[in-house]
C-alpha cells in the first residue's frame, strides 16, 4: 500500500468545517483557522467499529474493522471525517447489492474506483474488498487529521503490499482535480465509479465537489457517482434541490436508487456520455 502523498498541507479552509456556537453567541470561524499543525500528534482513536458484508462471490464474509471518535469528541469538530455518519451505510448496502459485480469483473481490470471525502473509508474499504483487488481504489480526504485516521484504518484492513489500494489527499474543486490529475502517471487517470457519502453539510462545498466529480469521472457511458446524501440534519443549511441543481449545472443527470427517511443515494452520470463500442 503506497501511504505517503506528495506535499500534504494542514486544510485551513474553515468554510467546510462545522460552525459551532460559541457561549456568547458567535461561531467560531477564526478558532476554525487555528488549524492544528500537520505535525502535532492525533490522540489515538476512542471507539472500534466493525462492520460484516457478505461477499457475493466468495465463502466468507468481508469484516471491516475502523476506529474513529465518538460525536461528542473535540476531535470532530475540525474534522468531520473522524466520526462515522448514517449515510455510509447506505452506500454500503448498495455496494454490496448491486455493484459487487461489476467491482469483480475479471474481463475489466482496469476499472478505477475514487471515494471522495472517505472519512473513516468505511465505503472505500468496502469496494476494495468486494474487488478482489481486480479495481485500483483511491480513498481520498481533505482533511489532514482525517487522512491519518484513514491511511491507519486501510492498513489494518489490507494486507501489506497490496498496491490496488491508496489513500491521498484531495480538496474538492476543478482546480484541485486537475492538479490531482497532472500528478498521476501517464495511462488511465479517471475515474469509472467515483464514491461519496454524508459529503454535504454546508452549502460552499456543493459546486466544489460536483466539479471534482465532473473533472475526475470517466466520459464513458457506464460512469457514475453515487452518493449517499442526508438531507434533514440538525442546521442543515442544505436543501436537497441545491444539490441537484448543482449537479445539473455541472452536466450530469441523476437517478434516485434509495430513499429512506431523510437519507437517499443517487446515481449521476454525465449527460449525453460517450456510448461504449
Ligand atoms: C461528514 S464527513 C463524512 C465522512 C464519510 N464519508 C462518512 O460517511 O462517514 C465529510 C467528509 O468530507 C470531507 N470534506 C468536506 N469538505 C471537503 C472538501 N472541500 N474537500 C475534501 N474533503 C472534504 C471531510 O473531511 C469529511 O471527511
Same mark, same amino acid.
Given at each position: 500500500?503506497?501511504?505517503?502523498?506528495?506535499?500534504?498541507?494542514?486544510?485551513?479552509?474553515?468554510?467546510?468545517?462545522?460552525?459551532?456556537?460559541?457561549?456568547?453567541?458567535?461561531?467560531?470561524?477564526?478558532?476554525?483557522?487555528?488549524?492544528?499543525?500537520?505535525?502535532?500528534?492525533?490522540?489515538?482513536?476512542?471507539?472500534?467499529?466493525?462492520?460484516?458484508?457478505?461477499?457475493?462471490?466468495?465463502?466468507?464474509?468481508?469484516?471491516?474493522?475502523?476506529?474513529?471518535?465518538?460525536?461528542?469528541?473535540?476531535?470532530?469538530?475540525?474534522?468531520?471525517?473522524?466520526?462515522?455518519?448514517?449515510?455510509?451505510?447506505?452506500?454500503?448496502?448498495?455496494?454490496?447489492?448491486?455493484?459487487?459485480?461489476?467491482?469483480?469483473?475479471?474481463?475489466?481490470?482496469?476499472?478505477?474506483?475514487?471515494?471522495?471525502?472517505?472519512?473513516?473509508?468505511?465505503?472505500?474499504?468496502?469496494?476494495?474488498? +468486494?474487488?478482489?483487488?481486480?479495481? /485500483?481504489?483511491?480513498?481520498?480526504?481533505? !482533511? %489532514?487529521? #482525517?487522512? $491519518? @485516521? +484513514?491511511?491507519?484504518?486501510?492498513? /489494518?484492513?489490507?494486507?501489506?503490499?497490496? !498496491? %490496488?489500494? #491508496?489513500? $491521498? @489527499? +484531495?480538496?474538492?474543486?476543478?482546480?484541485?482535480?486537475?492538479?490531482?490529475?497532472?500528478?498521476?502517471?501517464?495511462? $488511465?487517470?479517471?475515474?469509472?465509479?467515483?464514491?461519496?457519502?454524508?459529503?454535504?453539510?454546508?452549502?460552499?462545498?456543493?459546486?466544489?465537489?460536483?466539479?471534482?466529480?465532473?473533472?475526475?469521472?470517466?466520459?464513458?457511458?457506464?460512469?457514475?457517482?453515487?452518493?449517499?446524501?442526508?438531507?434533514?440534519?440538525?442546521?442543515?443549511?442544505?436543501?436537497?434541490?441545491?444539490?441537484?441543481?448543482?449537479?445539473?449545472?455541472?452536466?450530469?443527470?441523476?437517478?434516485?436508487?434509495?430513499?429512506?427517511?431523510?437519507?437517499?443515494?443517487?446515481?449521476?452520470?454525465?449527460?449525453?456520455?460517450?456510448?461504449?463500442?
Amino acid at each position: 500500500m503506497t501511504t505517503q502523498a506528495a506535499k500534504e498541507v494542514p486544510w485551513v479552509d474553515a468554510w467546510v468545517r462545522w460552525e459551532r456556537n460559541n457561549d456568547d453567541g458567535d461561531t467560531d470561524h477564526d478558532d476554525c483557522n487555528d488549524v492544528e499543525e500537520d505535525d502535532e500528534e492525533l490522540p489515538p482513536a476512542t471507539e472500534s467499529y466493525t462492520f460484516t458484508y457478505p461477499n457475493p462471490s466468495a465463502d466468507s464474509d468481508i469484516v471491516l474493522e475502523l476506529k474513529g471518535f465518538h460525536e461528542d469528541s473535540e476531535q470532530i469538530w475540525n474534522s468531520t471525517g473522524l466520526k462515522l455518519w448514517r449515510s455510509s451505510h447506505y452506500l454500503c448496502q448498495h455496494l454490496v447489492n448491486e455493484e459487487a459485480e461489476l467491482l469483480q469483473d475479471e474481463n475489466n481490470t482496469n476499472l478505477r474506483v475514487l471515494e471522495v471525502g472517505s472519512g473513516l473509508g468505511r465505503c472505500g474499504l468496502l469496494a476494495h474488498s +468486494l474487488s478482489h483487488d481486480n479495481a /485500483t481504489t483511491v480513498l481520498t480526504d481533505g !482533511d %489532514t487529521d #482525517t487522512l $491519518k @485516521q +484513514l491511511r491507519q484504518n486501510v492498513s /489494518t484492513n489490507t494486507s501489506a503490499g497490496d !498496491d %490496488t489500494i #491508496t489513500c $491521498k @489527499q +484531495l480538496l474538492w474543486g476543478e482546480q484541485h482535480a486537475k492538479d490531482y490529475l497532472s500528478q498521476q502517471p501517464n495511462g $488511465k487517470k479517471h475515474f469509472d465509479l467515483i464514491l461519496g457519502s454524508d459529503l454535504i453539510y454546508v452549502q460552499s462545498v456543493i459546486q466544489p465537489l460536483f466539479e471534482t466529480v465532473r473533472t475526475l469521472l470517466c466520459t464513458h457511458e457506464n460512469a457514475k457517482f453515487l452518493m449517499a446524501h442526508c438531507s434533514r440534519r440538525e442546521g442543515n443549511e442544505v436543501e436537497l434541490s441545491m444539490v441537484l441543481d448543482a449537479a445539473k449545472k455541472e452536466g450530469f443527470e441523476y437517478e434516485e436508487l434509495i430513499e429512506d427517511d431523510d437519507i437517499s443515494l443517487f446515481a449521476f452520470r454525465r449527460k449525453g456520455a460517450e456510448t461504449e463500442t
